[in-house]
């Protein structure tokens, strides 16, 4: 099952001495909206409610399916049968109903390290295939983690240990987490919706499939998370990809202070100017794509080299249009990935 990455609201309770029906109520009335996570050695369960009434209830044996219904009579029925470990998540009114009739899904056995891929690298790559579904990531070292949703390869939030209320859209949390991923290492496990997310629970519920692992065969979705999965990286690419990341912190750092505007908004203005000439670094064709924190990403279908060739040459513009070329080239003299771009003729001097 999926939890929420908040931090619970109450826990060390057990079903044995609970009358769940009365302390749903008392919930309901206590917190509002939320869910109450039982779980034993081979089975879980799972409660969402409002302040009205239940959301739906899901039970899951371990290796089985999970069922899903729109009352609790299947969660009461296993409560009946063992006692279970209890957990409380507050969730907010704008997040309950996402939760409480999330698809169902399945999550690959395997998991990428964000030394392989980039956080940035892997969305922009599943925003290509209008993935549906959610990333895990584990930051190693940190008891910080967090689930971020998708889509159709747009992120529409996301849950984090350090937030509340069970599904932030807030682009400053996705951002601390791309912060401490930049200073520890992560771990990235990917889960695929098999039904739409819009579906309703009932119709979720004849499903009756939230499975915990994939095979290769499970339709489109399934393949687009083997293929990223176990296909390796071209290293060329990577490296590139690092040599063209350090060259625009460097961009960034240089005339920055000297303007009033988004140094990379001027930077794509150029992309836009020359587009005749760069097609691949068109901002509408989402080919090649500079995130806010400066990194770029390549989409497969292009010529990385080529793509690189033509953000050094505007770049550059940037820099003689602002009269910063002394500067900048005594920056990049002492590059760490400069060979890299010199192995594959991307001259930077100018």
């Known amino acids: 099952m999926l939890l929420p990455r908040e931090k619970p609201f109450l826990t ?15 919930l309901q009335g206590e917190i509002g909206t939320g869910c109450i996570y039982c779980t034993a050695v081979n089975q879980e369960l799972l409660v969402y409610f409002d302040e009205y009434e239940i959301v739906r ?69 599943l925003s290509q295939k209008e993935f549906s579904g959610f990333i895990d990531v584990d930051v190693q070292g940190e008891n910080d983690c967090a689930v971020l949703f998708f889509h159709e390869g747009q992120r529409r939030g996301g849950s984090y240990s350090w937030g509340t209320g069970g599904l932030s859209p807030a682009d400053a949390d996705y951002n601390t987490l791309l912060g401490m991923l930049q200073k520890n290492e992560g771990t990235f496990s990917l889960g695929y919706f098999t039904t739409d997310p819009s579906t309703s629970a009932s119709s979720v519920a004849s499903a009756n499939e939230q499975q915990e692992t994939a095979s290769p065969d499970s339709g489109e979705q399934g393949k687009v998370v083997e293929d990223l999965l176990h296909k390796e990286p071209d290293q ?107 192995k594959q003729g991307i001259d930077l001097e100018r």
């Open 236 to 342: 060329t690419v990577l490296e590139t990809n690092q040599a063209i990341n350090e060259l625009l912190a460097i961009f960034i750092k240089i005339v920055g202070p000297k303007i009033k505007t988004d140094p990379l908004v001027e930077l794509k203005l150029k992309f836009i100017d020359f587009v005749s000439i760069y097609p691949q670094l068109d901002p509408h064709g989402n080919l090649c794509e500079i995130q806010q924190d400066g990194t770029v990403l390549f989409h497969d279908a292009i010529s990385v080299k080529e793509a690189a060739e033509g953000i050094v040459d505007c770049l550059w513009m940037v820099i003689e249009d602002r009269k910063l070329h002394k500067k900048f080239r005594q920056e990049i003299k002492n590059m760490t990935w400069r060979k890299i771009l010199f």
């Open 12 to 26: 060390g309770l057990n079903s044995y001495y609970l009358d769940i029906e009365k302390f749903v109520q008392h």
């Open 57 to 125: 209830g899901v039970t899951q044996k371990k290796g089985e399916h999970a069922l899903f219904s729109g009352n609790i009579n299947n969660v009461l029925e296993s409560l009946q049968d063992k006692s279970f470990q209890v957990i409380i998540y507050y969730l907010d009114p704008d997040s309950i109903f996402f939760w409480g009739q999330l698809p169902s899904f399945k999550r690959s056995k395997d998991t990428l390290s964000s030394n392989r891929v980039s956080l940035p690298d892997l969305i922009f790559r």
